[in-house]
């Protein structure tokens, strides 16, 4: 080898490794000699090793979008565009998609809806949480599945700014909350499940963030003023309607 390194860097599962039963060999083909490096696996909190390395082989493609139309305070900013991993968590992602639309009610005959409903919590460089269509201030909401719902897995990542998840209460408790990340979130990683992310209207993310504070109370109301289901074609439509809004502001 030279004395020349092959690899380098961080190996972000460092902690999910059982060192002591790890091990290399040296090994060769027709290509040549390797090092093959057998890694065990150790315990991981809500997530096996077989999970993790499952979730990097999950089918992450956007099967639905959803728009939000965000408000401050009596100003419309404009629309975010979230798309859906229905092929990952079907049962969260049609969920979400019938608290868009609204087309369900509850035992009271109240519509179960979205619009009207605001991001009671945003905390900068962390996330804005949302969805409580019983309340509105955290401590309520429910599912169209119920009160709650379990959780249906915890393939998919917190990766990135703008990637969507359930709010809950511990494990199994999911009902209509959600929250936006402002950026990677590897602790919530195994313990909320991950179903969107958002397409369209990051620059509306950042407005949003800036009326944050790190106690999680905004400095002025934001409101999902309405909200629907949206095609691929409608993406673009929405992203020149946000850059219109942008300029009039």
């Known amino acids: 080898l030279d004395g020349k390194p092959l690899l380098a860097g961080d190996f972000d599962g460092t902690n999910s490794v059982n060192a002591d039963e790890s091990f290399w060999t040296l090994e060769s083909d027709d290509s040549g000699k390797y090092v093959l490096i057998t890694l065990a696996k150790k315990a991981m909190g809500y997530m096996s090793w077989e999970m993790l390395l499952q979730s990097d082989r999950v089918d992450d493609t956007i099967t639905d979008r959803a728009w939000m139309q965000i408000k401050v305070g009596e100003e419309v900013m404009g629309k975010l565009v979230i798309g859906l991993f229905g092929n990952v968590v079907p049962k969260t992602v049609e969920n979400f998609k019938t608290l868009i639309t609204g087309e369900k009610s509850d035992e009271d005959g109240k519509p179960m809806h979205y619009k009207g409903v605001p991001f009671h919590r945003i905390i ?7 969805g409580d269509i019983t ?17 249906e897995n915890f393939k998919l990542r917190h990766a990135e700014r703008g990637y969507v998840a359930m709010a809950n209460a511990g494990p199994n408790t999911n009902g209509s909350q959600f929250y936006i990340c402002f950026g990677e979130q590897p602790h919530l990683d195994g313990k909320h499940v991950v179903f969107g992310r958002v397409e369209a209207g990051m620059e509306l993310l950042g407005r949003m963030e800036e009326h944050g504070s790190q106690e999680g109370k905004p400095d002025a109301a934001i409101v999902v003023a309405d909200c629907g289901l949206a095609s691929a074609a409608d993406v673009d439509a929405i992203v020149d309607e946000n850059k219109q809004l942008s300029l009039a502001t």
């Open 135 to 151: 309340s509105g201030d955290g401590f309520g909401g429910k599912s169209i599945w119920g009160n709650k719902f379990e959780d």
């Open 124 to 130: 900068p460089g962390f996330m804005a949480q949302g």
